[in-house]
């Protein structure tokens, strides 16, 4: 696994910032030292959750998207290690694994989107779907839940499908966003993680939680509407002409999809005014997204947690990595009581 690089003992001591008389959650995660195979490195590791980060943007830059998703997880992990380590946290049953680099590979979104670097980058995005699929596979056949953090939305195929092979069955899917991601089948790239998953087999129920209707076109309306296993609510009828209450679709959307193993999928740009790849003035609110996470983690079939496509600057890192860590923790404690 050459892209995969651990979190050490240097990085996260580098990272804490220990005060006399408090604990932090860094004080009390679990490490790796030293890595074989996934699988044998965890599956007798007394954790339930294992995070790991994805520094990558070229499935953005492959839908011709903005990029700079790859910053991430340095975001997050320096806040959530600093957070407080109390009763309500449970640092001791999470595994930081490390991250995804792509480095070298993402030099490519720093040149112009012509035909052909956009047809060389979705080539790329099939290998980090390839990688992708074989940590989350790993982790859950471990019988772990992965807490996946960053890259862009593309990540939802190699989730979907790792988390699918693992358990040998299709899963069902809640995804938090403003947008589909059910572009087509045109090579790999952001718009299409889940359009992918769903024609090779690896998705059943796929529920889209707060549709921008500005932002969907109709030939994808017709698509979706045609499509037994796909649903989905709009921003616009549930937070501005108030048709639709968002307690009740959440119990809609959580009926529609927990007959089954299912994963979370939560899109920054769903979020009002987070820095993101496609960030939106209008949008909902960061306690909507702890709710949604909330609800959906306490359900036993929450199979994996996958937080994406915010785009965070040095003005904004604090920020984002404290959204994210938010994020995080909520399903933690949601899925651990
Ligand atoms: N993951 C994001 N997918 C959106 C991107 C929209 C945008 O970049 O403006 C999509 O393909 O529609």
Known sequence: MQNLILFTSKNRDTLLKVRKGESKFG?????????????????????????????EDIGVYANYGNTGTYKAWDAVIKVLLNIQNNSYSKAKR??????????????????????????????????????????????????????????GHNNA?????????AKNNKINVINFDAHTDFRPEEGRHSGNGFSYAFVEGFLKNYFVFGLHEN???????????????VKYNTYEAIEVRN???????????????????????????????????AMTPSGFRVKH?????????????????????????????????????????????????
Not at 157 to 165: D, F, R, V
Not at 215 to 229: A, G, I, P
Request: glycine share 6%; with cysteine.
């Open 27 to 55: 004080e009390h995660i679990q490490l790796i030292p030293k890595l074989t195979n996934i699988y044998d490195d965890i599956v007798n590791l007394d954790v339930d959750y294992v995070i790991f980060g994805i520094k």
């Open 94 to 151: 999470v595994l930081i694994l490390g991250h995804l680099d792509y480095s070298k590979e993402r030099e490519l979104v720093t040149l112009k989107p012509s035909k052909k670097n956009i047809t060389k980058a979705r080539t790329f995005v099939a290998s980090i779907d390839n990688d992708v699929t074989h940590v989350v596979s790993s982790i859950v056949n471990a019988g772990k839940i992965p807490i996946i953090i960053g890259g």
């Open 157 to 165: 195929y190699g989730n979907i499908k790792g988390t699918a092979l």
């Open 215 to 229: 932002y969907t076109s109709e030939v994808l309306f017709k698509t979706l509407n045609k499509l037994k296993e």
């Open 243 to 277: 048709e639709l209450d968002f307690n009740s679709e959440l119990e809609t959307a959580l009926t529609y999809i927990s007959n089954k193993d299912f994963g979370i999928e939560i899109d920054c740009d769903a979020i009002e005014n987070i820095p993101s790849s």
């Open 289 to 337: 997204a702890r709710q949604l996470v909330h609800y959906f983690g306490k359900h036993k079939n929450a199979s994996y947690l996958h937080i994406c496509e915010a785009v965070p600057t040095k003005k904004t890192e604090t920020k984002v990595g404290k959204l994210i860590t938010y994020l995080i923790t909520d399903f933690i404690r949601a899925h651990g009581n």
